[in-house]
């Protein structure tokens, strides 16, 4: 027969035997999450990072704030994640550009994806929408590359970043058609798509949440998406291919990484519940309505797709001969 202060010994025993990620996962989290977003406030990661974290403060009774630092195409953000303690209190909410694409751009980075991040869940994916300033004399695409080569190095295009996925789709629409467009690079959508309403570049590849309500308001013109297909929330606007590029295939899209280590049960606790408030009927209905599609997978398969993402772009780079500045 086992003794009371025996089987108070066994318990104890059997308590400190539970793994530490799987106790810090039951009690997770205890406190504010802090969500850096490593581009401006206003642009498409923003936005899509700003619904998911009001709908986790509301279920978690715990604070996920965004936390915003523009810089270096997105790295600066994604280094500071790097580096953070892996306890699921430090997250980042990333894009193509510091995910999959800067490594093939630069000789230098600060951080590895595959060696210091870990994949919680993807998203949302979105096309690019190249949109002009009203005051350029274009009505499609064709329209802007016969301007463009009868002034060379005249018109200029935006991006949220060198090395970005707009600088990308610039530079890939550049040799595809022979054309010498300037490059102008932002810290972030927002304040690129600011400098076009004001006419002070030509032209920009944006994410479609933050042109649209400028299109619809008929502040910029929208010439046409960078997938194969059309996008339901501008179904009026042609494709690349069907506007005269074909081959022009990009897409923008936006995940959820932790720092290299951060357990299992956490990263698992935080994928689920992610995932739970993208695939929410209104956060898709309001996603969707400015051409993002919410995804919402498992760590397995976000780490998969950005593996095949990186092999693409690096192709795509190799082809287009496209540089960081």
């Known amino acids: 027969m086992i003794s009371m202060d025996r089987l108070s010994v066994v318990c104890m025993g059997c308590w400190l035997a539970v793994p530490g990620g799987m106790a810090a996962a039951q009690t997770y989290p205890v406190k504010s ?28 009774g715990q604070n996920m704030i965004i936390d915003n630092r523009p810089g270096a195409s997105g790295m600066i953000g994604a280094d500071i994640v790097a580096k953070a303690p892996s306890d699921g209190y430090t997250v980042l909410l990333g894009s193509t550009a510091e995910l999959a694409i800067n490594q093939h751009l630069y000789s230098k980075m600060a951080y590895s994806t595959e060696k210091d991040l870990a994949p919680v869940t993807l998203a949302a ?27 060379p190095g005249q018109l200029t295009y935006a991006s949220a970043g060198t090395g970005g996925v707009q600088h990308l789709a610039g530079e890939l629409l550049k040799t595809t058609a022979g054309i010498n467009i300037i ?16 006419g002070q570049v030509s032209m920009f590849f944006s994410g479609m949440l933050p042109a ?40 923008n899209w936006f995940a959820y990484f932790v720092p290299a280590g951060t357990s299992r049960e956490i990263v698992s606790k935080l994928s689920t519940e992610l995932a739970r408030v993208l695939k929410l009927p209104d956060v898709k209905e309001k996603l969707a309505s400015q051409g993002a599609e919410t995804v919402g997978d498992s760590p397995e398969q976000l780490g998969q797709f950005v593996r095949a993402e990186s092999a693409k772009y690096a192709k795509l780079i190799k082809a287009s001969g496209a540089k960081a500045d």
Not at 33 to 60: H, M, N, S, Y
Not at 183 to 198: E, M
Request: charged share 20%.
């Open 183 to 198: 490059h102008v690079p932002y810290k972030g959508a927002g304040p690129a798509i600011g400098d076009l309403l004001g």
């Open 33 to 60: 999450i802090r969500v850096v977003v490593p581009f401006a406030p206003g642009g498409a990661t923003d936005i899509t990072g700003r619904l998911a974290a009001q709908k986790i403060t509301e279920a978690w």
């Open 212 to 251: 649209i309500p400028h299109v619809k308001g008929g502040k910029l013109r929208a010439l046409a998406v960078t997938t194969r297909t059309r996008s339901p929330a501008a179904p009026e606007v042609p494709t690349m291919a069907e506007a005269g590029v074909p081959g022009f295939d990009i897409s």
């Open 125 to 151: 994916v979105t096309p690019l929408i190249l949109v002009i300033h009203p005051s350029i004399p274009a009505k499609s695409v064709q329209e802007l590359i016969r301007l463009a080569k009868a002034r």
